[in-house]
């Protein structure tokens, strides 16, 4: 095996030491505490995942499966960030093959833009387990397939089995976030109406289909035959279309007209763009694979504005085909090809500051991690980078720990998931942070399951400012307060609870 490998970087030795880049730029994850939010609640369904729970039934968040999958393989934030170096050391080798068919001469795009996808994807987040990061490999993959196997001419076929391929592999990625259906929309789309294959191209999209719906009619099968179908398609399919709105609205409702509004104006920019783009293609001869390129970053860009949030992790999709345009910008021969891949920047730009997405510290941030390592910053000032309520996270975790025993559900009213990763204890209810159960309307069914787990500890962050009545009517007459972590109240129920002697 090691000599395998040993072959494989000999002869690539200029991949290997891009993936080898890679992976030292996220190795300073690996040292990370419990700190994100959504990784917190991604921790938590893959534990409750291992102790028998079925997501969406039992344990809700609102993206599809494959994400908490891994989670529950790595059971907590360390493995879960060697998972997603390794991961992404595999998506930078299939954005190299790309650019390896894209341009088959120039070996200075293949580096250019591999750098800049990799530094892209780093300053914006991509040191965290989102989905983002994850599913842009098989659609990577995906592109490169429909690639190799759609020839200038309609004379050539390619196996069905490999168009089925394709469209699995925009499953896979659609299965860890739902806005990859945008880039599958893309592919279709190139494949249809901008390549020369004619009638066949209709079959191939049609092959691509099947390979997609065919794992989502399979997770559909499962969480059936669980009992989880309504709450799985509820929770991982219907409710992102009131999260489009929600951003604006405060709430996971459909009804927010501002943002309705404007992801209808985007839609019909959308279409206009590649409308467009379409006569220019056919008026000028513009290349077939610069077309796929082009379409699918207007495509990956429409869906990474589709909830108008400013979360740097959602520019990981369009950033890309973007890379491989940088690419064409430079080393296209044509001054048309130039002016349609500056024209795409200004849409984006347009679009960035609409949004105006927040920035990740990039530069503090490796600064912060080796500050740590040489030992000039105490490990609480290292976690203090991240978020000052880190701390107090650890130090909530080791109390829950020493109150409760492991197989007891606790309650915590507020955003911090982590404390039930970090604690290894599990929600009283399907909810792991205060927001799921203000925006989906959970609070009934929250106080139901409070009511019948009795948990015998609640923690409550006195900075959470969002009313539960219900809960606090319980805290004042079932619980006591018996410790207090910076701003974190820790509760027990009144049987047998032992006061701390600070309070």
Not at 210 to 231: C, I, K, S
Not at 478 to 494: E, N, P
């Amino acid at each position: 095996m090691l000599k395998r490998v040993w072959r494989w970087v000999k002869k690539n030795e200029a991949l290997a030491w891009l993936v080898v880049f890679s992976v030292v730029l996220r190795i300073t994850s690996w040292f990370e505490p419990y700190w994100y939010g959504d990784e917190g609640i991604y921790l938590v369904l893959g534990q409750a995942l291992r102790r028998g729970l079925v997501f969406y039934r039992d344990i809700h968040d609102n993206k599809p499966p494959l994400l908490y999958l891994l989670a529950a393989v790595a059971g907590g934030v360390t493995w879960f960030r060697v998972i997603l170096t390794v991961w992404f050391g595999a998506t930078v080798v299939v954005f190299y093959r790309l650019m390896e068919k894209l341009f088959p001469k120039n070996k200075l795009a293949w580096y250019l833009s591999t750098i800049t996808m990799i530094l892209g994807t780093t300053a914006t987040e991509g040191n965290i387990a989102n989905a983002e990061i994850f599913m842009i490999g098989p659609i990577m993959l995906a592109m490169l397939m429909a690639l190799r196997q759609t020839p200038a001419s309609a004379k050539a076929s390619a196996g069905k089995r490999n168009w089925l391929l394709v469209g699995l592999l925009m499953a896979v990625a659609f299965l860890f976030k739902a806005p990859a259906g945008a880039d599958l929309a893309a592919l279709l789309i190139w494949l249809v109406a901008f390549t020369r294959l004619g009638k066949k191209a209709w079959l191939k999209a049609a092959l691509i289909l099947v390979g997609f719906l065919l794992p989502l009619a399979a997770t559909l099968v499962y969480y059936a035959q669980v009992g989880g179908l309504e709450r799985y398609v509820r929770s991982a399919l219907l409710q992102n279309i009131g999260y489009l709105s929600s951003w604006q609205t405060g709430e996971h409702s459909a009804s927010g007209f501002s943002s309705q509004s404007g992801l209808m104006l985007r839609s019909g920019a959308l279409a206009v763009l590649i409308g467009g783009f379409f006569w220019l293609k056919k008026r000028f001869k513009l290349e077939t694979k610069l077309s796929l390129m082009v379409v699918w970053f207007f495509a990956a860009l429409w869906a990474a504005l589709l909830s108008e949030r400013p979360y740097p992790h959602y520019l990981i999709q369009p950033l890309v085909p973007a890379a491989v345009l940088v690419s064409f910008l430079l080393f296209g021969k044509r001054k048309l090809v130039r002016l349609v891949v500056v024209t795409a920047a200004l849409v984006a730009a347009v679009s960035f500051y609409q949004i105006r997405f927040w920035q990740y510290p990039v530069a503090a941030y490796y600064q912060n991690f080796i500050g740590y390592a040489l030992g000039q910053k105490s490990r609480e000032a290292y976690f203090d980078f991240f978020d000052w309520r880190v701390n107090q996270t650890y130090r909530v975790a080791e109390l829950v720990k020493k109150y409760t025993t492991s197989d007891e559900p606790i309650f915590v009213w507020g955003d911090e998931p982590y404390i039930y990763a970090l604690s290894e204890r599990l929600p009283v209810g399907r909810y792991t942070v205060a927001y799921h159960i203000y925006d989906f309307d959970g609070f009934e069914e929250t106080l139901t399951a409070l009511d019948e787990k009795r948990p015998s500890l609640v923690v409550m962050m006195e900075y959470e400012t969002r009313p539960f009545e219900g809960l606090t009517a319980r805290l004042a007459t079932d619980y006591v307060l018996v410790d207090k972590v910076d701003q974190a109240l820790i509760y027990m129920r009144v049987d047998g609870v032992t006061r701390s002697p600070g309070l």
